[in-house]
Each structure stands twice: as C-alpha cells, then as structure tokens.
C-alpha cells in the first residue's frame, strides 16, 4: 500500500455504475480526506478530478469518457491551470495504459485492486509526474480491509467478498473485478462493530456474489493453490468452509452489532442461493435472522430457459421460481428485485415473452431491466449480435412499461399501511408539497426506504432534520415507483 505525506486542496470524484463503485468512491473520499484534503461541492471548485468509470455496458463507459472529455475541456477553459484528472474503477482497471492513448491529458490511471494507492498517486502527479498508473490486480488469495466512511452515517457499504469466478458469457465483471476472494467472518465483524460504533445502523454487505461468501478465504483449511484452482468454477463454498448464512448469524448475534438495525446485501446468483440462505428469512422464532432486512435482489437475466443456457447461468426457471417460492413462504412480506437482459443474441419473440411471463409470475417490485451490448473478451461477443437495436430498445421499452404496471399494482395495496422508513435524505420531489397545499416555509419532502427497500417520499410539515431517522409512517399514495407518506396524519413517528 502506497504512502503520502498530508495533502491539501479540494477533489472531486464522479462516480458511474453500481453499488460497489459507490462504495469505492466512498473509500477514495475517506482515504483523501485523512490526507487532509476537502472533497468538493462541484468538479469547477477541485483541484484534482478522478472519474470512477463503469464498464459493464458499452454506454456506461461512453458516459465516462465524454465526460472524460467535458472535464478536459473545462482545464482548457481555465487556461491549463485547473485541475489533474484521473480515471479510476472498472474503466481503469480494464483499459490501463491505453487510456493514454486515447486521452494523452489524462494525468492519471488506477483500478480497482489499487483505491489505497489513491493518495500516492495525486501526490506523484501534484508534484509534476504524468501518466502515473496503478493497476494492477492483487494477485494474492486473501482479502482483508476495513471499511472507511467520510463523516456521520446511518448507512454504510461493506465489501464482504470481491471478483467474481462464474464468467456468465456475456459479462466483463470476471475480467474487471478479477477472481473470488472473500474477507473472514471474524473480519467483517469486527469491521461492521466499529461503524456501529460510529452510529451506522444499516449496512449493505456487497461483492459480486455475496452469497458465494466463504470460498478459500484465510479461514479455510488447505489452501493450497491447486486445491483451490478445483473450487474456482460455478459453485460457492463447500462443506466445512465459511459461508454467508453464517456470517449473517454472526452479525446478528455479535453483541458488539447490538444497535444495528438492517442487514442488506447485493448482489447474488441464483445458484448459490441456498436453502440454508433462505431460512435466514423466517421469523426469528423460526430460526430466521432478526435483523436482515425483508428484501432480495436476485438478478435472473431472461425467462426463457434457452436464453439462459447460452447465457452460461446454470440454472433453469423452474428452479430460480421455487426459490422465490420457499422464500416468500417463509417470508411472505420480502421485497423482490431482479436484473433482466433483453436482446441477448438469439433471443426470439418467444423467448420475450417467456420473460413477460416471469415477471407476471413472480410480481416483482423492481426490475433493472438493460438491452445486451457485447462487451470484449466475454464468450458472448464471439457470438453473433442478432436482435437488431431497434428491437431490443422496443423489448426494454415494453417490458419497463409491462413492469410498471405490476409495480403500481403492488404499491397501491400498501396503501394505508403503517411502514418503518429508514430516512436517506431530501427527496428531489419537493413539488410534492405545493400539491397538498402545505406550508413550504417549514415543510421538506424527505426520501427514504422501507426494510422491503421500497422508496418513500415522506411529507413533513416541521423543519426538523429527519435524515438517518427510522421512522414508522402511513403510506398514503402510491405510484409505480415510489410510496407516499406523511408525518402528521397522528400516528405516532419513532425515532
Ligand atoms: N449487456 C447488458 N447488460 C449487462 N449486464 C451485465 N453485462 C451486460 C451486458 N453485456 C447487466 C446484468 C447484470 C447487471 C449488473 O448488468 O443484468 O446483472
Ligand atoms: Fe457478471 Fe455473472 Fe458474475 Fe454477475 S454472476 S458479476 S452477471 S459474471
């Protein structure tokens, strides 16, 4: 790990992509704001910008470099005096040097293994180097962190495993995020009681495949290389190695994580997701995990069992439907999100259908839904990219909207209903007020989600500041993505 004297100035860091990039930007906040530097409200206002990019489709990592070049152009603006600007994430991880080529004022490039290095590399390149690159994979088997946050939080991310070994074909997370390693138990733990300790009350455990947790980690007996080069395939851990539904019981237990209030984790695959994952989700009087929160997202991909075979998912419908099955009988209020690919090569009319035909089944309250794009060196981009642009923006289009009317559905029959929010902040739906005639001189909209992860515009009529409160609320209104809720209907508001 790098080291760097104090620093000052200000920075900025534009984040694209999932969750996992959001926590590592968070990290980058934390290890530069140590150094001394003060993170800035807007990219004009630093002195050093760093892109954390997104690879995953074509168009993410089109958004990163034109803003690349938006950036760019505002040093020129400032007659080359503004800041140094540097890529980070999954673009960097992937593109290395070549970002050099393609962008010669680029100052610097780093990747995702290498976050730590951040403030030795803005130091390099504020003493006058240029083109100062870290990336690098870790190339050992372990993986061992704690997790930093930039100032008083009641949520916090916590990377529990990294990489991913199930190459589904038409994915670059394999070659950007790198093999499975997984943190021990002890760790986590140990890393989760000391952001309760600084009042963080939910945490979001996340790796590519948190349920696949365990596999060859420190804690593992033999961990000879080529014992572990036999594991490496389509499986999660095995009998006698940690797992995730152990270290869910070991947060839930630990006295030390006593005020947490929600576990949350993302993201899974529906092959490591067990029957011994599932019973975390009983009643605790049936064994199940108090404090995890009544939500999944397990991404399923396509509803046409064709689709997913040449997806290279190893698993059918029939299957990925019994286990939502078991969980919503074990669980009957859980919230339920997936991930779906439209397009993917050879995908027919029929095959669209079939995936329509899930989301009726299974009634989901949040579909991510993207069209295919052929990303390099995945098994997918060998094949031919068939569905035609224009038919796969028609199929995301449809589905989005065949979604939105399950979802409303769903939404409109919590109405009435009293839900415990945790509040993540201000809503962007201030107008919300205008339309019930409040006061907006001492009324604010506040968002935030239930333990079922569905987001509530919360209307308050003091000014009070709710943000990281746990608050029980009556829904009142209900749209296709989001619940409505006011505060001052008399029901009792805890905190
Ligand atoms: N094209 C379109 N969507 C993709 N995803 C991953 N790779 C691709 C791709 N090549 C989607 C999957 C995954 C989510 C994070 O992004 O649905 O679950
Ligand atoms: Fe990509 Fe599949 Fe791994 Fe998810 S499980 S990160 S979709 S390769």
């Known amino acids: 790990m790098g080291s760097a004297p104090p620093m000052s100035g200000k920075f900025f860091i534009k984040t694209f992509g999932c969750q996992m990039n959001v926590a590592d930007s968070e990290r980058m906040t934390a290890l530069l704001a140590d150094k001394g530097m003060e993170q800035a409200q807007a990219a004009e206002d630093a002195s050093v910008i760093i892109i954390n990019g997104c690879t995953v489709r074509e168009k993410a990592v089109h958004k990163a470099l034109s803003q690349l070049g938006s950036y760019n152009f505002m040093r020129k603006r400032k007659g080359g005096k503004g800041p140094v600007i540097g890529v980070g994430g999954c673009v960097g991880q992937l593109d290395k040097e070549n970002l050099f080529k393609r962008a010669p004022y680029l100052d610097f ?78 760790e986590v733990v140990s890393d989760v009681a000391q952001l309760v300790a600084k009042g963080v009350r939910e945490v979001t455990l996340l790796g590519q495949n948190v349920n696949s947790f365990g596999k060859g980690n420190s804690n593992t007996a033999n961990r000879e290389p080529a014992e572990l080069n036999n594991v490496i395939g389509k499986v999660g851990p095995r009998a006698g190695e940690e797992n995730f539904p152990q270290l869910l019981r070991a947060l839930d237990t630990d006295p030390r994580c006593a005020e947490l209030k929600r576990i949350r984790f993302t993201s899974s695959h529906p092959l490591d997701f067990s029957d011994e994952l599932i019973a975390c989700y009983a009643k605790p009087e049936n064994g199940g995990v108090a404090r995890l929160s009544p939500h999944l997202h397990l991404p399923v991909q396509s509803g046409s069992d064709a689709v997913l075979q040449k997806m290279g998912r190893h698993h059918n419908i029939e299957s990925y439907i019994a286990q939502m099955d078991r969980l919503r009988e074990l669980c009957p209020d859980v919230g339920i999100s997936t991930d779906i690919i439209v397009g993917f090569p050879t995908e027919t009319e029929e095959d669209f259908q079939q995936t329509l035909k899930l989301l009726d089944r299974l009634q989901y309250d949040n579909v991510y839904a993207f069209a295919y794009s052929s990303r390099p060196g995945t098994r997918a981009s060998k094949m031919q990219d068939d569905v035609s642009a224009s038919v796969k923006n028609e199929r995301l289009n449809h589905l989005l909207q065949y979604q939105n009317v399950i ?23 201030q107008h919300m007020i205008d339309k019930n005639g409040i006061d907006p001189q001492t009324a604010r909209v506040w968002t935030g989600k239930t333990g079922c992860n569905r987001v509530v515009n919360l209307i308050s009529r003091s000014p009070r500041n709710l943000l990281g409160k746990f608050l029980d609320v009556k829904i009142t209104a209900a749209t296709c993505l989001s619940l409505h809720a006011e505060e001052s209907l008399g029901q009792e508001i805890l905190e």
Do not use: W
């Open 109 to 186: 490039v780093f990747g995702t293994d290498t976050i730590d290095n951040l403030p030795e590399i803005v130091h390099r390149v504020e003493n006058g180097e240029r083109h100062v690159i870290y990336a690098d994979f870790d190339k050992s088997m372990d993986y061992s962190t704690e997790t930093k946050i930039h100032g008083l939080k009641a949520q916090a991310f916590v990377n529990i495993m990294k990489g991913c070994d199930k190459y589904c074909t038409y994915c670059i997370v394999p070659f950007t995020r790198g093999k499975e390693k997984s943190r021990t138990i002890d």
């Open 407 to 429: 979802a409303e559905k769903l939404y409109v029959g919590r109405v009435g209903k009293v839900m415990e929010i945790l509040v993540e902040g201000e809503s962007k739906n």
